[in-house]
């Protein structure tokens, strides 16, 4: 199918556009048209999964000329890493909209309005091959959640809002500097202006340039992780976001920064990427972040700021494999991005659910919800073990992977590692106890157990889990070569010194016989 990637890319905007046609006097004509186009937007990116050719690089490639006097290009394409981004992407897109059926009943129109705005803003991330449109939809994404938080969210919405929009504008700020920084390079080698990513591929910049580059990047996309001690916008984000609000940011926004470590920082700078003093540094705020996640979580009365600072934990797990700089470390992030945007994203909607019901946080308020919700009590016995890496679960693949590739460099990362998922399984466990088990509070015993929309919302994620759980070969299988190409790119020779199977030469015959 022709420019599939395009039609994946701009459906939601397509159905935006004609939602701002339907009355906002018939809310139901709004919800409806909103949860339907979601659902177009996931169908029509499935055919991406079908026909991707883990073989290959770069598919589904659409280039058109955009600003030339700048060098800047529509250029958008997906591998492996971009596709698995993608399709987390699409589902939670479609799984927040549906989220927000009975949960919002003011200002539907542009409040799903900017959910779709949101959805074309991330895609666009993920596919862009032009750094000037990554750009564009990198800050695209700021001003719908911006609004999301700062008019659907709770008592401080204000504070909240601005908070992530003062950070997150700091960093965008910064790493745009760095790009331009790029861009000068390139010209000054070539004299030709381009903001293509392939092109700058091939401009040598000396380490000093690259310390500068990676830094300035380092701060937009440690920002967006959130990475220790630039967290601190997340968990007010968090809190005071509606449901849907919290599961698109934590599943798919945070993984924004992890992707540009991944496809820029690595790959544009090798020389700064494996310097000791920056991977000391980035693997010091990542083992940080892992423990004072899980002991801040620990400490939290509110159930949704725990989960929240739940993600910091998790989010160090990612950025501890990247900076392993090895093909375990790498591909074991990727997956456990991809984990960390189902295990939480149910989490978050469990809160949803019994904020809806309860319309209190406070995790003293519950208790003894098994004898009145055994199926949501089933559903978030799922989600922890997910999320505390439980075999044979999503999470226990992805944590396995990294603390492998960690172990691979020095013993006392995964040391560290190890120490965060015991924390992690601790606050999961005791907030299973503390809300689930024991005598129910009164206040608690005519609640509803999960209904068929809200079974919906968690039947496709559980799915997922245990796929991932139980099969993990496709998922390794759909990044060799994307994570093959990163480590060679960042340590020369390293499949050769360690005497593995290099993937981008075993499927160099078949690459060259298909053309």
């Known amino acids: 199918m022709d420019h599939i990637l395009s039609i994946v890319l701009f459906t939601p905007l397509a159905g935006l556009l004609v939602l701002l046609f339907l009355p906002s006097s018939k809310p139901l ?19 991406l999964v ?10 589904f490639v659409d280039k ?6 700048l060098g800047a290009s529509y250029h958008i394409g997906i591998d492996g890493l971009g596709l698995l981004l993608v399709m987390l992407t699409t589902l939670l897109g479609f799984i927040s909209i549906l989220s927000s059926w009975s949960a919002v009943h003011e200002r539907l129109k542009e409040y799903y309005a900017f959910f779709l705005l949101l959805q074309t803003g991330m895609l666009g991330v993920f596919m862009a091959l032009d750094f000037l449109l990554f750009f564009v939809f990198w800050e695209t994404v700021l001003v719908p959640m911006y609004f999301i938080i700062g008019i659907w969210g709770g008592p401080r919405r204000g504070y909240a809002a601005i908070k992530f929009m003062i950070y997150t504008l700091i960093g965008s700020v910064l790493m745009l500097l760095g790009i331009l920084m790029l861009y000068r390079e390139h010209y000054f080698q070539f004299q030709v202006y381009s903001f293509d990513i392939a092109d700058l591929m091939r401009t040598q910049l000396s380490p000093g340039v690259q310390w500068w580059v ?10 967006k992780v959130p990475m220790w001690p630039f967290h601190t916008w997340l968990p007010d984000a968090h809190v005071e976001a509606p449901t849907a609000g919290s599961v698109i ?12 470590f991944l496809r820029f920082s690595l790959p544009l700078l090798p020389a700064a990427a494996r310097n000791t003093t920056i991977v000391s540094v980035m693997v010091f705020l990542s083992i940080v972040g892992i423990v004072y996640g899980a002991l801040a979580s620990l400490m939290q009365k509110d159930w949704k700021k725990l989960v929240a600072y739940s993600s910091v934990s998790h989010l160090g797990f990612c950025t501890l494999g990247i900076f392993a700089l090895n093909p375990a470390g790498i591909s074991g ?12 994203g149910m989490l978050f909607l469990i809160v949803g659910v019994v904020y809806e019901r309860r319309h209190t946080r406070e995790i003293a308020e519950y208790g003894g919800l098994l004898k009145v919700m055994p199926i949501f009590t089933l559903v978030f016995g ?17 944590e396995l992977t990294i603390l492998g590739g960690a172990y691979q460099e020095k013993i006392m990362w995964a040391f560290w590692g190890a120490v965060g998922i015991a924390l992690g399984a601790a606050y999961l466990l005791w907030l299973f106890q503390r809300t689930m088990l024991g005598e129910v509070k009164e206040k608690n015993r005519t609640l509803q157990d999960l209904n068929w929309r809200e079974i919906a919302l968690f039947a496709p994620l559980i799915a997922w889990a245990f796929w991932i ?3 993990p070969q496709p998922y390794f299988r759909v990044l060799e070569r994307p994570v093959a190409k990163i480590v060679e790119r960042v340590r020369p020779g390293y499949y050769a010194e360690h005497r593995l199977p290099n993937p981008l030469e075993q499927t160099a015959p078949k690459a060259q016989a298909a053309r």
């Open 29 to 47: 004509a709004v919800k409806l048209w909103a949860n339907a186009i979601s659902f177009v937007g996931f169908v029509v990116s499935l055919p």
């Open 50 to 59: 079908f026909k991707f050719d883990h073989t290959r690089d770069f598919q």
């Open 64 to 69: 058109a000329s955009w600003i030339p006097t």
């Open 214 to 223: 990676f830094w300035a990047f380092f701060v937009g996309f440690a920002v």
């Open 249 to 260: 940011l934590a599943s798919v926004l945070l993984k924004m920064g992890t992707y540009g």
């Open 333 to 344: 992030s990727i997956i456990q991005q991809i984990n960390h945007g189902i295990s939480t």
């Open 382 to 398: 799922i989600a922890a073990l997910s999320s505390m890496g439980m075999p044979p679960l999503n999470g226990f693949i992805g």
């Open 469 to 471: 759980g139980l099969n």
